[in-house]
């Protein structure tokens, strides 16, 4: 059970990071989302966490870019 709280931890915190992105943004998240990666660094496997962090983040924040492209070109 341990082992599988600090990966969902991150992939949390990573989908709260992009959400910051969203059309909609929610202007809370950035704070929430901020504390698990600041727990995650000192961690022994902090760049697998990252990675994941990162990963979520990055999934997340995709559906921006196809409206932007639309709107700026």
Do not use: H, K, Q
Not at 9 to 27: D, H, K, M, Q, T
Not at 34 to 61: E, H, K, N, Q, T
């Amino acid at each position: 059970m341990n082992r599988l709280i600090w990966p969902l931890f991150a992939l949390i915190g990573g989908v709260l990071w992009g959400l910051c992105f969203s059309p909609e943004a929610v202007r809370w998240a950035p704070w929430v989302a901020l504390v698990p990666f600041v727990l995650l660094l000192d961690r022994p496997d902090a760049v697998r966490l990252g990675w994941l962090f990162g990963f979520a983040s990055w999934i997340s924040a995709i559906p921006w870019i196809a409206p932007t492209l639309v709107t700026v070109g």
